[in-house]
């Protein structure tokens, strides 16, 4: 992540967040047009987001659920002003891409990372209302079938689907297979996947989370492999140490069908 120095903090950061921050470095390490990101070098580290009133509620909100399963970062402070700004502690360690060298290392610990998501993360959501995230999906998908949206950057042919027709084929045959039944990542991408010392650190970037089908981050991971390994040999040996017995081939298919046609 490239990180530019800057000589302070946003002069309309919050004071709450100025005053726990002090005088320590601070590092523009923004990736978005949508949200500014800053990095502060202090204590470990933290991270200062801001973003247009109103748009990080539910952000800090889901990213608390990763923090109260030992997953996620720690949220600071959350205020909502003229902006919107969120503080959270950096979660230590890198992100999976830098172990891109040791590819069958990553995939055998990405597997039991998300599969433990999956299986035991509505325990840590309590009462937290949790979008579904299933269900604007398939809504998004419907809205770009209609618009004749296809995402050929997601190389689903892997599953069969090679144009608009064959993803509107697939949803149409088996769309209710998904079900929005466990907690997911959202956005399960090698970046967002933190590891320190060989050991998963935490996820960060958590916004997109919700309800949703493990398919959905099975998906998305086994494409993040693909992408930053330039290859698709990984993505079997990921699944395997996921565990096969809760991977269903069809699932897998329509949630690459649905993420191919998305129009947002």
Same mark, same amino acid.
């Given at each position: ?21 002090g ?11 949508a ?12 991270? =200062?987001?801001? $973003?247009? &009133?109103?748009? %990080? ?5 889901? +990213?608390?659920?990763? /923090?109260?399963? !030992? ?20 979660v ?29 993360? =509505?325990?840590? $959501?309590? &009462?937290?209302? %949790? ?5 604007? +999906?398939?809504?998004? /998908?419907?809205? !770009? ?11 689903t ?19 209710d ?44 991971t086994?494409?993040?492999l ?39």
């Amino acid at each position: 992540m490239t990180r530019t120095l800057l000589p302070a903090l946003p002069p309309d950061t919050p004071p709450e967040a100025a005053d726990l921050l002090g005088t320590s470095p601070v590092y523009d390490s923004s990736c978005s047009d949508a949200a500014r990101v800053y990095f502060i070098d202090r204590d470990g580290g933290f991270f =200062l987001k801001r $973003a247009a &009133k109103g748009t %990080l509620a539910e952000e800090a909100s889901l +990213t608390r659920v990763f /923090a109260d399963a !030992g997953c996620g970062p720690e949220v600071l402070l959350y205020v909502s002003r003229e902006h919107d700004w969120m503080l959270t502690r950096r979660v230590p360690g890198e992100d999976g891409t830098h172990l891109l060298d040791c590819p069958a290392f990553l995939c055998d610990r990405l597997g039991p990372v998300f599969r433990e998501l999956h299986d035991s993360g =509505l325990a840590f $959501a309590g &009462k937290t209302a %949790l979008p579904d995230r299933t269900a604007m +999906t398939l809504a998004s /998908a419907e809205r !770009g079938l209609a618009s004749g949206f296809f995402h050929d950057y997601l190389h689903t042919e892997r599953f069969g689907i090679r144009s608009a027709d064959d993803a509107r084929a697939v949803l149409s045959d088996g769309g209710d297979a998904l079900r929005p039944d466990c907690l997911i990542h959202g956005d399960a991408c090698l970046p967002n996947v933190l590891f320190a010392g060989g050991r998963f650190s935490g996820f960060v970037d958590c916004g997109g989370a919700g309800l949703g089908d493990r398919h959905t981050d099975l998906f998305w991971t086994v494409w993040s492999l693909m992408y930053n390994l330039k290859t698709d040999a990984w993505g079997d040996r990921f699944l395997d140490a996921y565990g096969r017995d809760a991977v269903d081939p069809d699932r897998m298919r329509t949630a690459a069908a649905a993420e191919a046609v998305t129009a947002d």
